[in-house]
């Protein structure tokens, strides 16, 4: 009988303390997903699977549909279309972008070029620095240099190349960019800063015109709007 009337009391006890139970548990998921959210931990939703086949559909196209030179502060978001037609020729590493610095935020990025395009291979270089596009132009002709990078406003986050373009859409005409390569620096002044959609993002190949394209990049599968900086090449330097 007193075996039974020590469950009886310990089932009453468990009952009385499950209210507690549970609001504390609820209070401490909440903290850490609040703690992990702050460090960048929490893993974006995939919305839809991208293969390496997409990938190669893309192409860069002629400057004849380049977008026209402006000045103006970004006010709205357009269409832009990353099209790849031909990959790069790539004739050795010194004419590969090493490091980008950009004056008016007082940023120097260090900048990788992977030779693989499966974007899951591609995302994972964004989180050593900011990627020069395989498939864009290198130093060894004049083209349009394309390179993306990550940009997050979350106060804190444990790997800082995920805010390695912020602010860059606060870029304006005339600002400076160097690009410097093993031997060389590029210098080149901005032309063009506009909110583009990512579902149809446009960068000129523009052959036989050095030109510099950045824009920011969630991840290379995101389907979210990005900034873009379009620069043209004004002087070079000796390293």
């Known amino acids: 009988m007193k075996q039974a009337d020590s469950f009886e009391e310990l089932y009453r006890q468990v009952r009385l303390r499950k209210v507690p139970f549970f609001v504390a548990f609820a209070v401490i998921v909440t903290l850490t997903y609040s703690f992990l959210y702050i460090l960048d931990f929490i893993p974006e939703p995939i919305t839809e699977e ?49 490091s980008i610095y950009i004056d008016a935020l007082d940023k120097e990025i260090k900048v990788l070029n992977p030779d693989s395009r499966v974007i899951a291979d591609l995302d994972e270089a964004l989180l050593s620095g900011v990627v020069r596009h395989p498939d864009s132009a290198d130093f060894s002709e004049d083209g349009n240099v394309f390179i993306l990078g990550h940009s997050s406003y979350l106060p804190n986050v444990f790997n800082k190349n995920f805010q390695a373009f912020n602010g860059i859409q606060n870029l304006a005409w005339g600002d400076t960019i160097r690009v410097n ?59």
Do not use: H, W
């Open 50 to 98: 991208v293969t390496e086949e997409a990938v190669e559909e893309t192409e860069i196209i002629s400057e004849s549909e380049a977008v026209s030179e402006i000045s103006e502060p970004v006010s709205s978001v357009v269409p832009v279309k990353i099209e790849i037609s031909e990959p790069a020729v790539v004739s050795g590493s010194a004419k590969l972008p090493r």
């Open 181 to 239: 390569t093993d031997d060389t620096e590029y210098i080149y002044r901005v032309q063009e800063v506009y909110k583009a959609k990512a579902s149809a993002v446009f960068v000129p190949n523009t052959p036989g015109e050095a030109r510099l394209t950045l824009a920011t990049c969630n991840s290379f599968g995101s389907k979210d709007d990005r900034f873009m900086v379009e620069a043209v090449l004004v002087d070079t330097k000796t390293l």
